[in-house]
């Protein structure tokens, strides 16, 4: 599968975003999907994952209640809605495909290239 994300940008504190990953290929279902980010100078964390059939959600704690992770199989999409962005915020967001669960940075088996969220003050 691959992976191409979009939809980042620059917003306001208290704002929102919705990111999308688009995959091409019939196996996106047979994937569990995350989103991670890396701020500028920083490792690489995890934010949220989704497993394969939809039913099973994890966040960060720095994000729980804020943002929340979906995914339409039918259309090979996943999501990431973020509401109340904060400047710690500002990352570039990844999107990235495995089989393990729960999902770590070590499960990842594909990367999408990274979008960039940018949330001003």
């Known amino acids: 599968v691959q992976l191409q994300a979009s939809g980042g940008g620059l917003v306001q504190a208290g704002g929102s975003l919705r990111l999308s990953c688009a995959a091409s290929?019939?196996?996106?279902?047979?994937?569990?999907m995350a989103w991670f980010r890396q701020a500028p100078g920083k490792e690489r964390t995890f934010v949220a994952s989704i497993k394969r059939s939809g039913d099973y959600t994890k966040y960060a704690d720095s994000v729980k209640g804020r943002f929340t992770t979906s995914r339409d199989n039918a259309k090979n999409t996943l999501y990431l809605q973020m509401n109340n962005l904060r400047p710690e915020d500002t990352a570039v967001y990844y999107c990235?495909?495995?089989?393990?669960?729960?999902?770590?940075?070590?499960?990842?088996?594909?990367w999408g290239q990274g979008t960039q969220v940018t949330v001003s003050s």
């Open positions: 290929g019939r196996t996106f279902s047979l994937y569990n």
């Open positions: 990235a495909a495995g089989n393990s669960w729960p999902f770590s940075l070590r499960n990842v088996e594909r």
